[in-house]
């Protein structure tokens, strides 16, 4: 490994705190709450972690929450994540969260919120870490689901940032969640949106067009359309591409085939995040490590994945500065 990539600060902007639920916590929480899974063991929890696409992943991804009930797991949860990356010199973080997938199981909106928010006041002072939550739609879910999530988040605009969109992209383009994201946008939110993972380009134009979007989360399907590429250089809208998830589930074959060199070549604000890292086999070190081996990126490369990722952050302007100076010291030396 390049030390660079250790010792560079960073920010992660593509990052479900749901899927950074290790086999170990899983059925540590299981236990703790009485919660039956269908596997005897940590090892056959990590086993099952194979998958084909983006939906046979989902539906592990939704049982494995089943053993999620208390603030304190929501805590702990999000604690064990933090410390993660807080060792792999993560100095800003922006975490998805999916309330529906939790409010639909019983649990109160609230109860998700406070402890996740606990953890990262938390990690402010312990680690020295920020961070920014972003709340996601699940898109299988209908727009109306979404928007009475929405309402249940009004009275938390102090503690989440942006709005996201996340979950099966095939066939629940963009435009379905027009509605909610005008009003998301209205009541002073930002907005994100995934797109172009294992859906279209026009999904990437749709979020950009409709959805008034700061992010696209993935995006690496924008290639298949010239125009949305000069598009994206021109404007900078960052990218939040997950390197080791697109091959867990099969956007790409190979680490090698991967366009993330490609992208940052014709100048796109590529940044590099880790997903759902339990699942997907590695946290952020490990996605820098194996696109820069796979892509051969050099020192340069990496430092400009690690500037893209303060520049695209939700942070102000004299915090990115200081990143920015941080890793331009890096690179003279």
Not at 55 to 76: I, K, P, R, W
Not at 85 to 97: L, N, P, W, Y
Not at 146 to 163: E, G, R
Not at 245 to 265: E, G, P, T
Request: aromatic residues 10%.
């Amino acid at each position: 490994m390049m030390p660079i990539i250790h010792d560079i600060p960073k920010a992660e902007l593509h990052l479900h705190i749901e899927g950074s639920l290790e086999p170990e916590l899983m059925f540590a929480l299981a236990q703790r709450n009485h919660v039956q899974l269908p596997y005897g063991s940590v090892d056959e929890i990590r086993s099952a972690y194979q998958f084909h696409n983006l939906q046979s992943f989902l539906d592990l991804y939704y049982a494995g929450m089943s053993v999620l009930l208390t603030e304190q797991d929501f805590y702990d949860l999000t604690w064990a994540y933090l410390q993660k990356a807080a060792s792999q010199t993560v100095k800003h973080t922006e975490i998805f969260f999916d309330p529906q997938a939790h409010t639909d199981r019983g649990l109160a909106f609230e109860t998700v919120h406070d402890g996740i928010v606990r953890a990262l006041t938390d990690a402010k002072t312990q680690l020295g870490l920020s961070s920014q939550l972003i709340m996601c739609f699940n898109r299988h879910l209908s727009p109306e689901s979404a928007m009475d999530t929405l309402h249940q988040a009004l009275s938390y605009k102090d503690t989440i940032v942006a709005v996201g969109l996340d979950s099966s992209e095939l066939d629940y383009p963009p435009s379905l969640f027009q509605a909610v994201f005008e009003k998301a946008l209205e009541e002073g939110f930002l907005t994100v949106a995934h797109a172009g993972e294992e859906g279209p380009p026009e999904y990437i134009w749709q979020a950009i067009r409709l959805l008034k979007v700061s992010r696209i989360d993935h995006g690496v399907r924008c290639i298949e359309d010239p125009a949305l590429v000069d598009y994206l250089a021109e404007t900078q809208i960052p990218l939040t591409v997950c390197p080791l998830s697109n091959i867990k589930l099969c956007v790409f074959d190979r680490m090698a085939d991967h366009n993330l060199k490609q992208l940052l070549d014709r100048g796109l604000c590529v940044t590099v995040n880790s997903d759902d890292p339990s699942y997907f086999g590695g946290y952020i070190l490990e996605n820098y490590q194996a696109v820069q081996s796979a892509l051969n990126l050099s020192q340069a490369d990496l430092l400009q994945l690690a500037q893209n990722s303060f520049q695209a952050a939700f942070l102000d302007e004299l915090q990115k500065q200081s990143y920015l100076q941080q890793l331009e010291a890096i690179g003279k030396k």
